[in-house]
């Protein structure tokens, strides 16, 4: 097999495989490509170095406290993730080492139907709201968003969803996990003192940060990037967070977010994940346990789903934390 940086990077994402110093006799020769400018092999290099951090970070998903608060499961989903949103929940409740006792499903006015349909078949026995998204953002966001994002705005308006929702919970902790990722692994999220765990990505896209740097006056290169199709967030430290960075209100920041985004970009934001999380690591490291991500991405068809169900079953080990089944895989 030809090794190119990615299926590199991809390889040292399972769990149980160890980066080593060894390993950068491999690699090295990858990062100095004659072919690119100098500029060019800079910030290659330099995303390098932050996919092997993140790579290499530790496994252990445990938290040493012994008190863990019940957290909240929040969930944003749209027409084609209706599929397999039960599976993503069921992992969720499953895998969670704090106690779930909410769970909030957000979704377009023509699929509340189908959502309620599918929740019922789940039988959970926790408590859980059906939301309608028209009733979460304002139909002048909702407005502004179509007209400045309109190729892109389903997207665009979720990650706005999740940003409303974790910021107005009154839990401690709110689980935001992606309608199409699948948990394969037992986690201990957050513990009484709001030590948390945060895991680390490889991906990194430079508008997300141009605009969070922008805005919130974060790093435009950052050690660590977290777009992560899933994390814990503490709404009352996400709020001190903003307030230090002068937002107040939600909308003040949508509005600010919907001024400076680069609506000629395919992906122009994002404020779902890294908001939070490089604020974290900026203002309340000391409450942060990195770990690395570990997930396997994969074409949404019936083996693979066949498959990550025998992982969930315990038949099989995948050596991943969790799998996404993004939808624009399955034509792959």
């Known amino acids: 097999m030809i090794i190119t940086r990615h299926n590199f990077v991809g390889y040292f994402s399972k769990r149980d495989k160890t980066f080593r110093f060894w390993h950068w006799m491999i690699i090295f020769p990858k990062l100095f490509p004659r072919i690119l400018k100098h500029e060019e092999?800079?910030?290659?290099?330099?995303?390098?170095?932050?996919?092997?951090?993140?790579?290499?970070?530790?496994?252990d998903l445990n938290l040493p406290?012994?008190?863990?608060?019940?957290i909240q499961l929040l969930v944003i989903v749209a027409g084609k993730d209706i599929e397999i949103m039960d599976q993503a929940i069921a992992s969720a409740l499953f895998y969670s080492k704090n106690q779930i006792t909410l769970v909030t499903i957000v979704c377009p006015t023509i699929d509340l139907?189908?959502?309620?349909?599918?929740?019922?078949?789940m039988g959970l026995d926790v408590?859980?709201?059906?939301?309608?998204?028209?009733?979460?953002?304002?139909?002048?966001?909702?407005?502004?968003?179509?007209?400045?994002?309109?190729?892109?705005y389903g997207w665009i308006l979720q990650q706005f969803i999740a940003f409303d929702q974790i910021l107005n919970s009154k839990e401690k902790g709110v689980l935001l996990?992606?309608?199409?990722?699948?948990?394969?692994?037992?986690?201990?999220?957050?513990?009484?003192?709001?030590?948390?765990?945060?895991?680390?990505?490889?991906?990194?896209?430079?508008?997300?940060?141009?605009?969070?740097?922008?805005?919130?006056?974060?790093?435009?290169?950052?050690k660590y990037t977290f777009v992560t199709h899933h994390m814990l967030i503490q709404p009352t430290l996400f709020k001190l967070i903003l307030k230090k960075r002068g937002y107040h209100s939600v909308s003040q920041f949508f509005m600010d977010v919907l001024k400076f985004a680069d609506e000629k970009l395919e992906s122009a934001i994002c404020i779902d994940f890294e908001p939070y999380?490089?604020?974290?690591m900026a203002d309340y490291p000391e409450k942060v346990l990195l770990r690395k991500f570990c997930?396997?991405?994969?074409?949404?068809?019936?083996?693979?789903?066949?498959?990550v169900s025998s992982a969930l079953g315990g038949e099989v080990n995948l050596m991943y934390n969790s799998v996404s089944f993004h939808h624009y895989l399955s034509s792959i």
């Open 41 to 59: 092999r800079k910030k290659l290099r330099q995303n390098f170095l932050r996919q092997q951090r993140a790579i290499s970070l530790d496994e």
């Open 65 to 70: 406290n012994l008190c863990f608060p019940q």
């Open 113 to 121: 139907e189908a959502c309620a349909i599918k929740v019922d078949k």
């Open 127 to 152: 408590s859980f709201d059906i939301v309608d998204e028209n009733q979460v953002i304002s139909a002048e966001i909702r407005k502004l968003i179509k007209m400045k994002f309109s190729s892109r």
């Open 177 to 222: 996990l992606d309608a199409d990722t699948i948990l394969l692994t037992p986690v201990h999220w957050l513990d009484c003192d709001s030590n948390q765990i945060l895991m680390a990505g490889t991906n990194f896209h430079q508008p997300y940060y141009d605009l969070l740097g922008q805005l919130l006056k974060f790093s435009s290169s950052p």
């Open 277 to 280: 999380a490089q604020g974290m």
């Open 295 to 307: 997930n396997l991405e994969m074409a949404r068809n019936q083996q693979n789903l066949e498959i």
